[in-house]
């Protein structure tokens, strides 16, 4: 009987985790999707530049991104992809 109890509390456990890893990344990624939102309407307003520069300065290279941010270098990346085509390829 023990070990059924033991089984059982494993079981929990499990289940448990495995929720809670299911709504952090479901937290995850409604977080991005806002930060990738309000990258796009704050690049409308003032333009994709700015913001470019701004996050170009923390240092994209190093930053991995969070649970509620994702990674500087993909921000600016979908930012670049707003810029007029001949500034997008500026380097080509």
Known sequence: MI???AHQSFAQ?????????????????VCWR???RS???????T?????ISV????????DDGSETHPPLSKRIQR???ML????NNQDD
Do not use: I, M, Q, W
């Open 3 to 5: 070990l059924g109890e």
């Open 13 to 29: 456990a499990a289940t448990s985790f495995n929720a809670g890893v299911n709504a952090s990344h479901a937290c995850s990624f």
């Open 34 to 36: 806002a930060e990738y």
């Open 39 to 45: 990258d796009k309407e704050s690049a409308k307003v």
């Open 47 to 51: 333009g994709p530049e700015g913001l």
């Open 55 to 62: 996050f170009e300065r923390f240092g994209p290279d190093e």
């Open 79 to 81: 930012l670049e992809e």
């Open 84 to 87: 007029p085509n001949d500034e």
